[in-house]
């Protein structure tokens, strides 16, 4: 196919060079048929690319997490040349690694009833009804292959004395599903399958490229076919082509300042993406983890998760009387002084039945809530009590340590405070985000060629992630569907389909990309990246955090946009491009939250009712639960950029629940 | 409080880098030590000028990403941790603070405290993985590991590959480091057909790489924010010498 | 590659040849010691194993030459691997308050001889050659006596008469001959340590050699790899013991003749 030039290389004023004008149509590309059957069949369905053609096709994967490993070599594996681009100075070190509690899969191992058919079920109901069925399922499907592939890497998962694996349950699951490699789940995967992508760097099937920060993707007619990558140690900007894009990265909890990603995590490669006419669905869909360890001061840089097992012994409270909180804040009354009877358990109370394991976001809205009547027990005002001491009387110190050393040590550390003898403090903290690039069921965004896989893109868990499926979905994308699904698209279009990185587009890019970077480090203000950081962090945590209402969010949409023009106009960064330079990295993905967040909001404001982890103080029961609206909202939110300064326009893809019953989620 | 840092700066590799002196007032005990640096660095861009270059992503000790010798320790000392988990209740008001970079000839240093620890990835790629393609596995459970293996594999596994070990060591070797990973692989019954191979290559790839010998100071394990185990090393040398003797006398 | 040039060509491979080699000589620093402390015996027993050693002819030889072998690949090693060590970190830390290794205070020798091995080692080198000369060589330049000549002192080898006793009788001056006389090591020890410095030269590098075994015979463990947690307090004992107990040992010759009690 020979390579239209449609572009003069003079410097775009709008980003949406060469995506076309023609309407987004969201085809989910679901295959008819059962729904058990429907992988197999499209698998059968799926063009091959032929064994001995396959060298000849390039394929771009931008992250090296779960997903993107995983990913790059399996592709590489199948035969396909692969370019993998990671921010970290190791692929090793992307944030999967900082999973700490396990990985689902449907094994049965346990013989306690666990199937396919109910971790899909299990999914798509934490998910409070607002994922793919098709999706899901095969998500299920594949978790069992996940166990054995990672076994066989040598992933050392925890082990019965018999030799075989170990399980537990998680996350207020029935079966215990859950694999885990002690507290390290996340690293031993990603160690796993960075060896699995070190194999093929070795073999020469990949070309790695480390603290590379992809800045802009590259349309060419309308596909994606390549990317522009800065250096970060020289700062030089270069040009990758090949035949296909992949994102696998991760999600965009950072645009809260406050997170418990890592401090390099970012949205600007799904953002750029959306920027040239990928569509961003359900954006508003974040997670809020429970226990975490609460803010200690303004400097603070990000927020540390404890797992989630901890509510499995520990018993949240604060004092049933504002006063009695108010002493506590002030440090005149230890919690140990305060008897039982004056202490509110409001988990235990509210929920009888699932008391302190109550779902993520659950668990997350009670906190915030006695919070904010003026219960809270830190000085900063945001934070309960986890206790153990009725678990320490009940089992002995000694088995509190050997469930939770590792745990208890990890909150000494960051807090002095020895939790052996004083409760915890906890309160939640953004952790992960269910929204990302809308992708159909080949995990194809909307522009033919760019992929999305693991966080990065929005299809398996809904409004709210089940604990330990994100280790699932992150490998289940990238080693056993996208492997497959992008041969569709490659063999569909040919292997002359790879354009010159001397293309005309590219220049244009490159052209942007540079002349962005230079206004950055030409403003010359005077406050630093973090500054605005914070304070957007801030406007999203107050107006689209735990609960959001319209009055906030409107307020938001009018604060934002002033941020950010303030950032334009009053940015410090010092430095130059030609050198590493961390203040400009940050300043860029700044840059992108300052965006992003507002398609955020606008996404929170559009969904009139609550569902998983986006709640609506207008539209709850009169208990205080979420009211999910499934007449006017069983859709996914597929948001499509119109151009700088214009209003996105959204999509709606609907969701059609055939297997699934939809009903209220309740846990009391 | 107040503390005083001397600070190693360094434009590049090329640049023979200097010491420059900084304030950190009114720092809270509750900060982490790189939140510390953080509000340093903040009071730098303001004032026009370019922040200290230092690593972190994760700062919740896991990623390896945060690399500074603190003190003249690698992480600074305390049992376990990282620098991103150190925090700042274990300075005094008034101290001064020497942060320096992981010092290697392996490690070359990119920017003031960044270094490039591309060796690590290097002599993983030599061997530190099975041969498996995805999908062509058995089942999961049709390879039993005796629970004590698994959990000595696990040990070993739990190396977060920040390069403290070679920091410390006065040889600047990476011995911990590759006895990790050659341990881990070699514990478990799935990392058996490529044993030998793997010991070798990974050996070498280490020599080549430029790091020192282990003279079994224990540095690296006084320092590993794991707590790794100098067995693991006594290991690898076994494993090592298994190898010779099976493959060497080919 | 081959076994030979992967032992000679790894960092491992040169561990385990140092691992081996001092092995060897431990052993052979053990066996002289036993040999030296016939010397209590009376002047008939060392002499007459030194005359038994003598006699063994080639054997004698080929343990000479395994010997030097040994010497040489630990020097080489030695030599090889700590100047690979120096251009593996080229810088100290400035802000070093105290050494990394700092939490093995209560191995406070060893961890000092682990710090030294090297320095330790060539003063050890040193002394050997000179101990060569002062009393195999025999080198009467340096043995600090005006006049006299270790090469001069032979005894008796059988008893023929009344006075005169095996092993322990002086041949006269001027008679005897290396190779067909027994030579009167008795003589020449209690000579040699007459001389205070010698002594004291002696029983530093004595100590230095210890400090260095104290050290080496735990991380020889370590480098063949059968050292474990489990297994190091008995090594680390070992490793102490045996370096004190041939400290004792060695020292005890040139201390008893000091103090005059041979």
Known sequence: MAIKKKKTPTKAKTVKTNSRTSKVILDSKIPAGPIADKWDKHRFNLKLVNPANKRKYEVIVVGSGLAGASAAASLAELGYKVKCFCYQDSPRRAHSIAAQGGINAAKNYQNDGDSAYRLFYDTVKGGDYRSRESNVYRLAQVSVDIIDQCAAQGVPFAREYGGLLANRSFGGAQVSRTFYARGQTGQQLLLGAYSALNRQISLGNVEMHTRSEMLDVVMIDGHAKGIVVRNMISGEISRHAAHSVVLATGGYGNVFFLSTNAMGCNVTASYRAYKRGACFANPCFTQIHPTCIPVSGDHQSKLTLMSESLRNDGRVWVPKDKKTAEKIRKGELSPNDISDKDRDYFLERKYPSFGNLVPRDVASRNAKEVCDEGRSVVSSGLGVYLDFADSIKRMGENTVRERYGNLFDMYEKITGTNAYQNPMTIYPAVHYTMGGLWVDYNLMSNLPGLFAIGEANFSDHGANRLGASALMQGLADGYFVLPYTIGQYLAENGISDRPSIDDSAFSVVQDEVESRIETLLSIKGDRTPTSFHRELGQIMWDKCGMARNKEGLEEALLTIPKLRKEFWQNLSVPGKNTALNQSLEHAGRVADFLEFGELMCRDALQREESCGGHFREEHQTPEGEAKRNDDDFSYVSAWEHKGENKKPQLHKENLVYDEVKMTQRSYK | ?250 | MSLASNIFNTSLGRKYLMALSGAGLFGFVVVHMLGNLTIFAGPAAINQYAAKLHSLGPLLWIARLSLLGMVGIHIWAAIKLSSENKRARKFQYEGTIEPVDSHRKSEIVSRYAARTMIYSGLIIAAFAFYHLAHYTWKVPQINGLNNIDFETFYVHDVNAGEKQIAYTTALPEGVGKEGENAVDVYRMVTSGFGVWWISIFYIISVGLLCIHLSHGLSAMFQSIGIKSKASQKLINRFALTAALLLFAGYVSVPISVLFGFL
């Open chain 2, 1 to 250: 409080m107040n503390l005083k840092l001397k600070v190693w700066r360094q434009d590049n590799a090329e640049d023979d880098g200097r010491f420059e002196y900084f304030e950190a007032l009114d720092i809270s005990p509750d900060m982490s030590f790189l939140e510390m640096l953080d509000v340093v660095n903040e009071g730098i861009i303001s004032d026009g000028d370019e922040a200290i270059a230092f690593d972190s992503d994760c700062r919740e000790g896991i990623c390896g990403t945060c690399s500074m010798v603190i003190n003249g320790v690698p992480h600074g000392g305390q049992k376990g941790t990282t620098a991103c988990q150190l925090h700042m209740r274990h300075f005094n008001d008034g101290d001064t603070i020497v942060i320096e970079p992981w010092r290697a000839t392996a490690f070359p240093v990119h920017r003031d405290l960044i270094v490039d620890r591309s060796s690590f990835d290097r002599i993983q790629r030599s061997g530190g993985f099975i041969s498996v393609r995805t999908g062509s596995v058995p089942d999961a459970n049709a390879t039993p590991v005796a629970k004590e293996n698994s959990d000595l594999a696990m040990d070993a596994a739990q190396c977060i590959g920040c390069g403290a070990c070679v920091a410390a060591c006065k040889n600047a070797s990476a011995m911990l480091f590759v006895a990790a990973k050659v341990s881990h692989l070699s514990l478990m019954p799935q990392g058996q057909p490529e044993r030998n191979r793997r010991a070798l290559a990974m050996v070498n790839q280490m020599d080549e790489e430029g790091f020192g010998n282990c003279s079994v100071n224990g540095s690296c394990e006084a320092v590993c924010p794991k707590e790794i185990s100098l067995d693991f090393i006594a290991r690898m040398n076994r494993e090592y010498g298994r190898a010779l003797l099976k493959k060497g006398c080919s």
